[in-house]
C-alpha cells in the first residue's frame, strides 16, 4: 500500500540555523500538508499547497516557513532560523483532492538547542 | 470557528471490555469529522470518517462512531477491546473548505490484560 515518508526521522539543530524537512506525498496524490505538534498540544495545521502554490496557511506558518515541490516527487519545509518553540513533531500529509481523506507520514522530530 | 473537544485524556479498558472515547464538536456548518490513531512512532491513520452520509460509521479494526448533530458529539466505540488497539487516538474536524484538519487534543487508550 503507498505510503507518505518523511527524512529524517529525527533532526536536531542549533537556533538560528536553517533545515529543511523532507516528504514524500503518495505518487499520485495532488494536495499536501504540513501540520505540527508540540509535545503535549494539540496537532495543529501549518500549510496546505496544490499546484506549486500554497493554497491555505495558518497563522503559525509566518516568514519563518515555506514550502515547496522541487521536483516531482518531493515536498518540503523549511524554517529559515530555527527558534527554540519549533521544536516539535512535523508531520507531511497528502491526498488526490482536498476534502478527502489526507493521509499521513510517520513525522520528523525537529529538536531546537 | 470550528473545533473540537475529546472529554478523556487517557482511557483505561481491560482487553475485551468495550471501548468507549468521547469527542464533541463545535461547527457553524455541516462538518466532515475523523478518527485518527496514532501507535507509538508511526503516523497517523485514518480509522473512520463521517462526511454526513450514514449517522453510524464503521471503521477499521472494529471501530465505529455514531454522528449526533443534536448532541453535537462524534464518539468512538468498540464493542471488545485488543492489546493492540492501545494508541493515542485523535478526534478531528475539516476546515469549511475542506482543507485544514482540525485536532482534538488526543486521547491515549490503554489497555491492560
Known amino acids: 500500500e503507498p505510503e507518505v515518508t518523511q527524512t529524517p526521522s529525527h533532526q536536531v539543530t542549533q537556533m538560528g540555523q536553517e533545515v529543511i524537512l523532507r516528504c514524500v506525498p503518495i505518487?499520485?496524490?495532488?494536495?499536501f500538508y504540513w501540520y505540527r505538534q508540540i509535545l503535549g498540544q494539540k496537532v495543529e495545521f501549518l500549510v496546505s499547497?496544490?499546484?506549486?502554490?500554497?493554497?491555505?496557511k495558518s497563522e503559525i506558518f509566518d516568514d519563518q516557513f515555506s514550502v515547496e515541490r522541487p521536483d516531482g516527487s518531493n515536498f518540503t519545509l523549511k524554517i529559515r532560523s530555527t527558534k527554540l518553540e519549533d521544536s516539535a513533531m512535523y508531520f507531511c500529509?497528502?491526498?488526490?483532492?482536498?476534502?478527502?481523506?489526507?493521509?499521513f507520514g510517520p513525522g520528523t522530530r525537529l529538536t531546537v538547542l | 470557528a470550528q473545533s473540537v473537544t475529546q472529554l478523556d485524556s487517557h482511557v483505561s479498558v481491560s482487553e475485551g471490555t468495550p471501548v468507549l472515547l468521547r469527542c464533541n464538536y463545535s461547527?457553524?456548518?455541516?462538518?466532515?469529522l475523523f478518527w485518527y490513531v496514532q501507535h507509538p512512532n508511526k503516523g497517523l491513520q485514518l480509522l473512520l470518517k463521517?462526511?454526513?452520509?450514514?449517522?453510524l460509521v464503521k471503521g477499521i479494526n472494529g471501530f465505529e462512531a455514531e454522528f449526533k448533530k443534536s448532541e453535537t458529539s462524534f464518539h468512538l466505540t468498540k464493542p471488545s477491546a485488543h492489546m493492540s488497539d492501545a494508541a493515542e487516538y485523535f478526534c478531528?474536524?475539516?476546515?469549511?473548505?475542506?482543507?485544514?484538519?482540525?485536532f482534538g487534543k488526543g486521547t491515549t487508550l490503554s489497555v491492560s490484560s
Open positions: 500529509a497528502s491526498n488526490v483532492r482536498t476534502a478527502d481523506t489526507q493521509y
Open positions: 505518487s499520485n496524490h495532488l494536495y
Open positions: 499547497f496544490y499546484n506549486n502554490e500554497i493554497s491555505e
Open positions: 461547527s457553524s456548518y455541516s462538518p466532515s
Open positions: 463521517y462526511t454526513s452520509a450514514a449517522t
Open positions: 478531528v474536524v475539516s476546515d469549511q473548505a475542506g482543507t485544514a484538519l482540525i
